[in-house]
């Protein structure tokens, strides 16, 4: 199939990579414009942003890109007020931005468990109380709402190695708020989703993962990652593109307030790298 979001806007939040190569934003967004979407990209990372955007544009696809901080709710607001000013309409919220920090209550302080929740749960609340009267109007207007897409992690379904309070209890909840918000704007056919990614092969393993968990060593990480999926690999940026697509799509129109896990089986296995086993 071709075209399946075809005469639609999407926005996403966290549109470059932390690296060379393909993150999850920059993947979805190249799936995206592939389906016909136009698309406004922001990244704290401007460079990121742009150079996704010439990948979009290299591909054929329509994209605006702009800078912007998740974690001021002006820099929300100023990205959404652009993508309206540029496209007149806002279909598709991909909430794509996060990370973790390694660390339990004790080790970790205050400062950093507050980052935390800012990075990867407060920007998605705020992104949605600026979409949503958006995607209301629209209702009103055509009948149509609009999709948001929430990505949390298996972190915030199972402990799956690595002690990651904060991070695991600000994707667990945004599971949870994405389930609340959904329920509340179905009846707006506002569809308010999660993709749960696994364990991915995307450029954070080599610019952030290595150091922290492998002194370094790239290929033991992927080796030891790869060893704990049922699949026997890791996932890839594209995996949680094409769910992303899929959700946004007419295809999911009765699909709402509930998850799609992309873990290759992990989180049903709970299987753990050899030497926590």
């Known amino acids: 199939m071709a075209n399946r979001l075809q005469g639609k806007v999407a926005l996403v939040f966290g549109v ?34 742009e150079e996704t955007a010439r990948l979009v544009r290299d591909d054929g696809g329509e994209i605006t890109v702009s800078t912007a901080d998740i974690t001021r709710e002006a820099d929300i607001a100023a990205a959404v007020q652009a993508c309206l000013a540029a496209y007149g309409r806002i279909d598709i919220l991909l909430n794509n931005v996060g990370g973790s920090m390694p660390g339990g209550p004790v080790e970790m302080t205050a400062e950093v468990w507050d980052r935390q929740f800012a990075t990867n749960i407060d920007y998605v609340f705020l992104a949605c109380k600026h979409v949503i009267p958006v995607m209301e109007r629209q209702f009103a ?12 992690s298996i972190a915030g379904l199972r402990h799956f190695g690595p002690n990651v309070a904060a991070y695991a209890a600000s994707k667990a909840g945004v599971i949870k708020f994405s389930q609340v918000t959904g329920v509340q704007y179905a009846a707006k056919n506002i569809r308010v989703n999660t993709i749960v990614p696994g364990l991915m092969n995307t450029p954070l393993v080599e610019s952030r993962l290595a150091v922290r968990r492998a002194d370094g060593d790239v290929e033991a990480l992927k080796r030891q990652r790869d060893a704990q999926v049922p699949m026997g690999r890791m996932g890839e940026a594209w995996d949680v593109a094409n769910a992303a697509v899929f959700l946004a799509s007419e295809e999911a129109r009765y699909i709402t307030a509930t998850e799609i896990i992309v873990d290759g089986g992990l989180s049903a296995a709970t299987r753990l790298p050899p030497e926590t086993a």
């Open 16 to 49: 470059g990579s932390v690296g060379p190569g393909f993150g999850n934003g920059r993947a979805s967004a190249i799936q995206f414009a592939r389906e016909g979407a136009q698309l406004y990209g922001t990244d704290i990372d401007a460079a990121a942003a």
């Open 141 to 152: 207007e055509t009948g149509n709402g609009g999709s948001i897409i929430n990505l949390a």
